[in-house]
């Protein structure tokens, strides 16, 4: 196993070498997507950037335990605890239940990282069902002195628990900064001061998602899910906590809080922050309407750029950016990217025609297949990955065209990186690969029509129509078997 990677650790604001706590196995919790609408583009970059680090870990043959929460409670319209809870507002606004809400951008969310062929994570806990955790934490922060109920709420004393650990080193806030930035409470809020957060908040008569609680029926607050499913999963120490930039205060900053008030320790080793997705120039955000859905750049459809881009195109354009750069989305450099991957897939695909030579090779693979490798454990530098694999593109063309020669156990060397690198590390698959898996989810379609009907024509007594479908499917090996519920279909 290669064990020179080095990671950017927010924590600490510079570059470490990576030591997992249990040798050969990494424990990462990611925080996911609250699903409250389709996720954009700039939510899909996040998770590919940590789809990468996935992947290039267990390339490495790490045994990685990957935890993606859902947000499904919890998450007000204001960070500050403030507003109508994201996904009980979108319920009321479309007269459905918020569990629907929930399930529609669940599988919104999961198709979507499916498309851009990201690896589901090993566990993807809700915060709904994980509210008598998040209740057990809260009686434990309660019993170590840094929290306080009120009128029913709880919440974290952040002065108290800056007095004996201190609040704000990951985003390098100090307190006096924060109190001094802090709008003063209202007089409505039961906060003692403003920098405290929620924990548990009642619900207010009208508010659909409630759970009872020793304090109330309510909900937990939005910071609270990470701290109490990641211990859960992970332990009270773990190796890798990741998520947008923009989460690094305050919900980053408070799950360190909560988790330290309680088990006394540094809870994760490494921080990793993904930096985000802008279009013209500023940040990809649901709530200002700067964004493109991922549907909406795969078919084309949107005001913005002037043809469709494919997942894999997409994927790719994001990759050729470093997880920590800001990448701003165009048609430009959608275009570049479709060139270069375009010239890349050619590479890969033409590997498997070259013809080996008994003669030694005009390029030094051992050299090559290092700085891969040296790339990638410079904190995850999928950019400089890329560019080598161009340079190998170059070579493998030359010799395509026998203006350069390979020697076969250089060829098959060359072969099992560069596949390595492109399929199970950048995670990109060729159009071939893209093709059969779209084609075989069309013609599952198209039989789901036939059957559909069938059961009409059944219904309708028409077995002129019935009987051809059956026989014609049956021609192909595609056998038809009518029950009760209706017909279902097997291919042989
Ligand atoms: P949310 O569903 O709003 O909780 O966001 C889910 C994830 O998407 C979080 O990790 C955010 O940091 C991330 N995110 C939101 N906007 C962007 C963006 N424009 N670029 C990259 N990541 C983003
Ligand atoms: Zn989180």
């Known amino acids: 196993m290669e064990q020179k990677l080095v990671v950017y650790n927010s924590l600490k604001g510079e570059k470490e070498s990576f030591k997992p706590i249990n040798k050969d196995h990494v424990g990462m919790y990611v925080c996911g997507p609250t699903v409250y609408s389709n996720v954009h583009l700039g939510n899909c970059r996040t998770f590919i950037s940590f789809d990468l680090i996935f992947r290039y870990l267990q390339y490495l043959g790490y045994k990685v335990r990957y935890v993606r929460n859902i947000t499904d409670a919890g998450h007000l319209e204001n960070d500050a605890d403030e507003g109508e809870d994201r996904i009980a507002k979108k319920a009321r606004l479309e007269s459905i239940e918020p569990m629907e809400v929930v399930q529609r951008y669940t599988i919104d969310f999961r198709d979507t990282m499916a498309k851009f062929n990201a690896l589901p994570p090993s566990i993807e806990p809700t915060a709904t069902g994980h509210v008598v955790e998040q209740i057990e934490f809260i009686k434990k922060i309660l019993d170590q002195g840094y929290a ?33 930035n802090s709008r003063a409470l209202d007089g409505q809020s039961d906060k003692r001061n403003p920098q405290d ?33 990641s211990t859960k999963y992970l332990g009270t120490q773990f190796d890798i906590h990741g998520g947008g930039m923009d989460l690094k205060f305050p919900h980053h900053e408070c799950e360190i809080a ?22 013209n120039g500023k940040k990809m955000a649901k709530s200002t309407g700067n964004n493109i859905l991922p549907y909406e750049m795969f078919s084309g459809e949107n005001s913005i750029l002037k043809k469709s881009f494919s997942p894999m195109v997409t994927r790719f354009f994001m990759l050729q950016a470093h997880y920590r750069s800001i990448v701003d989305l165009s048609q430009s450099a959608l275009e570049a990217s479709e060139k270069g991957f375009n010239r890349l897939v050619e590479g890969i695909l033409m590997l498997d025609q070259l013809v080996a030579s008994d003669s030694s090779s005009d390029f030094n693979i051992g050299e090559w297949n290092k700085n891969c490798y040296s790339a990638m454990n410079d904190d995850f530098n999928s950019p400089s990955l890329i560019a080598y694999l161009f340079d190998a593109v170059k070579y493998i063309n030359a010799v395509s065209s026998g203006l350069k020669k390979i020697s076969s156990e250089d060829l098959e060397s060359l072969s099992k990186s560069m596949k390595g690198f492109f399929y199970e590390v950048l995670g990109l698959l060729t159009p071939e690969k893209d093709k059969n898996e779209n084609e075989s989810k069309q013609l599952i379609g198209t039989l789901e029509l036939l059957m559909t009907l069938r059961d009409k024509a059944r219904a309708d007594k028409d077995f002129k129509t019935s009987d051809l479908i059956r026989n014609s499917l049956e021609k192909i090996q595609i056998q038809i078997n009518d029950t009760e519920e209706g017909t279902s279909f097997k291919v042989y």
Not at 155 to 178: A, C, H, Q, T
Not at 212 to 219: A, L, T
Not at 258 to 263: G, I, K, L, P
């Open 148 to 180: 306080y109920e009120v009128n029913g709420s709880v919440y974290f004393d952040v002065l108290k628990f800056n007095k004996d650990m201190s609040y704000g080193k990951l985003s390098r806030r100090n307190i006096e900064e924060l109190v001094h």
């Open 197 to 229: 957060f929620a924990l548990w908040k009642k619900a207010e008569p009208k508010h659909i998602m409630r759970w009872p609680s020793p304090w109330s029926d309510g909900f937990p607050g939005w910071h609270l899910e990470c701290t109490a499913m």
């Open 258 to 279: 909560q988790a330290e008030a309680v088990n006394k320790k540094n809870p994760v080793n490494y921080w990793l922050h993904a930096n985000m997705l802008t279009l």
